[in-house]
C-alpha cells in the first residue's frame, strides 16, 4: 500500500503538490499568542519530507505561480508605494529603504564572515527577514550565472534549507525584538505614547459598533420642548447647537406631516425632529433639553452602510477633519478605514488623511450616503467576479518588460520576468486606484493569488530539493541557525535607533514603521496589543508596501553581490 501510494506520488506529482498545500495550511493555522510556523513554512517543510522519496517536477507550473503572486503582492500594494515614494509619506518609504539596506548587508556580512555558498546566502536572507518572495528572483539570478546543471541545482538545493532553519526566529524573533524589548530600548511606554497621540489628534478609543449590542451612531426622535434652544431656529442653526460635534436633523413631523429637514427649515414647539448623531451626544445633550418619542412613521427612512473605495483626487491626503465641513458630508457618519494590502485598520481621528485606495465604510441616510460616495470615490460593491482579462495582459506585459536584456559592457542586467510581474503589479495596482473603471481584483481572488500562488512555487521548491536537505542541514547545523537570529536582530535594532533619533517618529508609530519596513505582520500584531491600541498601524501601510517591494527585489541583488 505504502509502495502504490509513493509510486502514484511520483508518477502525479501535481498529488504531491496539493497534498503538501493541505498539510501546510492546516499545520501553518496553529499559534500560540499570535505566533506560529505560518503557511509558508509549514508547505516547505510538508513538501521537504514528502520530496524524500524522490519526486520530480517539471515544466512552467513554478513560474507561473510565482508571477501570479508577484504580481498580487505589487496590486496589493501599489497606491501605498506610489504614493509613500511621491507625496507625504516620503519619511516613512526614505526609512522603510534604509531598513531595508540594513536587511539586505546584515546578510550579505553574515553570509560571507560564515563562508556560505549563494544558494544559502539567498535562504539565510529569505528566511531571516521572512521575504519569501526574494528566493524567486534569488531562483532566476542563480539560473543565470552560467553554471554547470549540477552546480546550479547544489546551490539551489541549500536555499530552502537556510530558509526553513532561519524562518522560525525570522518569525518568532522579530515579535520578540519589536514588541517585547523595542519599548525598553527606546525607553518608550507604548499604552501611554498610544494615548498621547491620540488626544493630540482628537480623538479617543471607541468600545462597541457592529456586532455588540452597542452602537456608536443612532437615529433619535424628540420632540421640540416649549421654551426649548432650538424653538424659532432653523435647522442649520439648531444643528450649531451641539459645538463640536456631528449632530444632524434629518426628518421634522411638523402638524402631523412628515417633511424632509432642509438647512432653512424653521422649528417649532412641538415639533418632532429625527437626528442623527454619536450615541453619547444624543442621551447626554439632547435628551436633557428635549424629550424622547416613538416616532416610528418619522424614523422609517432608508438607512444603509457601504464600502467607498477612494479614488478622488479632489479628497487625497485631505483630514477627516476637512472632509467632515463638506456639504456632501452632511448626514454620514464614518466607521472603518481600512488601507493596504493587507487591509490594515487605520484609527478614525480628525487629523486622519484619507488616501487613494483607501476603502472606507460609511453609514447615513440612503441620499446621503450617495452624495458621500460620489465625494469620494466609488461603490466597493461586494462581486466574486475578476477581470481576468486585465490580469492576464498586465502580467504579460510585465514579464515580456522583465525578459528584456540590457548590456553594459559585457555585464547582463535585467528585471527578469519576475520583477517585471512585480512591477506590473505596483503600476496597475495604482492605476486602478485612480481609474477604478477597470482592473478590479477582488479581495479574495487577491488572497489566492497572493497566498496559494506563492506556497504552489514553495511547494514545488520544497519538493525538488528534498532529497539534499537532510544532508544540507547537516552541513550547516546550528551555526545557520545562530547566523539567523544575528542578522534578524542587528537590522531591526538599528532601525528602532534610526526611526526613533533621525527620522523623529513618534513613540506611537515608530514600532509600527519598523513592522511595516520588515513586513514582519506578527509583529505589528504584538504591537498593537501592549499598545492596547491600534495607532501604531499608522506607520505601518506605507513603510510594508516599499519594503515588500524592496525586500523582494534585494533576492536578486543579494545573488549579484555574492557573485
Known amino acids: 500500500m505504502i509502495d502504490w501510494f509513493f509510486q502514484t506520488l511520483k508518477t502525479y506529482p501535481e498529488i504531491a503538490i496539493f497534498l503538501s498545500l493541505a498539510l501546510g495550511y492546516y499545520f ?43 504580481f498580487a503582492i505589487g496590486y496589493g500594494v501599489g497606491p501605498q508605494f506610489v504614493r509613500g515614494i511621491a507625496q507625504d509619506g516620503v519619511p516613512q518609504a526614505i526609512f ?27 535562504g539565510l536572507y529569505a528566511g531571516s527577514q521572512t521575504i519569501s518572495a526574494s528566493m524567486g528572483l534569488a531562483t532566476d539570478a542563480i539560473n543565470r550565472l552560467g553554471l554547470s546543471p549540477e552546480e546550479t541545482k547544489k546551490i539551489l538545493d541549500g536555499m530552502p534549507v537556510a530558509y526553513a532553519v532561519t ?23 507604548l ?25 456608536q451612531f443612532e437615529v433619535r426622535a424628540f420632540r421640540v420642548r416649549e421654551r426649548g434652544p432650538a424653538v424659532g431656529k432653523t435647522v442649520q442653526e439648531a444643528e450649531a447647537l451641539v459645538p463640536d460635534q456631528r449632530v444632524f436633523i434629518l426628518r421634522l413631523r411638523q402638524d402631523g406631516k412628515i417633511i424632509d429637514a432642509m438647512a432653512d427649515a424653521v422649528i417649532h414647539a412641538g415639533d418632532v ?36 473605495y477612494v479614488t478622488s483626487k479632489d479628497v487625497d491626503g485631505k483630514t477627516l477633519e476637512e472632509l467632515a465641513k463638506r456639504p456632501a458630508s452632511r448626514g454620514v457618519f464614518l466607521r472603518k478605514i481600512t488601507r493596504g494590502a493587507i487591509a490594515v485598520e487605520i484609527p478614525i481621528l480628525p487629523n486622519t488623511k484619507l488616501n487613494r485606495g483607501d476603502i472606507v465604510t460609511i453609514v447615513g441616510r440612503t441620499p446621503d450616503v450617495a452624495a458621500a460616495t460620489k465625494m469620494l470615490g466609488r461603490p466597493d460593491r461586494a462581486t466574486d ?69 506563492l506556497n504552489v512555487f514553495i511547494a514545488i521548491v520544497g519538493i525538488s530539493s528534498g532529497p ?36 523623529k517618529f513618534h513613540d506611537a508609530i515608530v514600532l509600527g514603521c519598523c513592522s511595516g519596513a520588515r513586513t514582519t505582520t506578527a509583529s505589528l500584531g504584538m504591537v498593537n496589543d501592549r499598545a492596547k491600541s491600534q495607532i501604531p498601524g499608522l506607520g505601518y501601510t506605507v513603510t510594508y508596501a516599499v519594503g515588500n517591494t524592496l525586500l523582494t527585489i534585494w533576492g536578486m541583488v543579494l545573488v549579484m553581490l555574492m557573485t
Not at 510556523?37 to 524524500?52: F, K, P, R
Not at 498586465?394 to 547582463?412: M, T
Not at 550547516?476 to 535607533?497: D, E, Q, S
Open 167 to 189: 524562518y522560525i526566529f525570522g518569525t518568532v524573533g522579530s515579535a520578540i525584538v519589536l514588541a517585547l524589548l523595542g519599548p525598553a530600548l527606546l525607553g518608550i511606554d
Open 385 to 453: 467576479v475578476a477581470d481576468v482579462a486585465f490580469i492576464g495582459a498586465a502580467i504579460a506585459i510585465g514579464a515580456l518588460v522583465g525578459a528584456i536584456v540590457y548590456k553594459i559592457g559585457s555585464v547582463p542586467l535585467t528585471l527578469s520576468t519576475s520583477g517585471g510581474a512585480l512591477i506590473s503589479g505596483l503600476f496597475f495596482g495604482w492605476l486602478r486606484s485612480v481609474r477604478p473603471t477597470f482592473g478590479r481584483i477582488p479581495s479574495p481572488t487577491v488572497w489566492f493569488m497572493n497566498s496559494v500562488g
Open 96 to 122: 522603510a529603504a534604509v531598513v531595508c539596506v540594513f536587511c539586505l548587508l546584515a546578510a550579505y556580512v553574515g553570509a560571507k564572515i560564515a563562508g556560505y555558498d549563494v544558494g544559502s546566502a539567498a
Open 468 to 503: 539534499g536537505f537532510v544532508a544540507g542541514l547537516k552541513a550547516l547545523g546550528i551555526g545557520l541557525f545562530l547566523w539567523g537570529v544575528v542578522v534578524t536582530t542587528v537590522p531591526l535594532i538599528l532601525a528602532m535607533y534610526v526611526g526613533k533619533y533621525l527620522f
Open 273 to 308: 425632529v429625527a437626528v442623527a448623531g454619536r450615541r453619547d451626544v444624543l442621551v447626554q445633550l439632547i435628551g436633557e433639553q428635549a424629550e424622547e418619542v416613538d416616532d416610528r412613521e418619522l424614523l422609517a427612512m432608508p438607512i444603509e452602510g457601504v464600502d467607498v
Open 191 to 215: 499604552e501611554a505614547a498610544c494615548k498621547k497621540y491620540e488626544e493630540e489628534h482628537g480623538g479617543k478609543k471607541q468600545l462597541g459598533g457592529p456586532g455588540t449590542a452597542w452602537h
Open 28 to 70: 501553518g493555522s496553529f499559534t500560540y499568542k499570535g505566533l506560529g510556523l505560518g503557511a509558508v513554512t509549514a508547505t516547505l517543510i510538508a513538501a521537504v519530507i514528502i520530496g524524500q522519496i524522490g519526486i520530480t517536477i517539471t515544466g512552467p507550473l513554478k513560474p507561473f505561480f510565482f508571477l501570479m503572486f508577484l
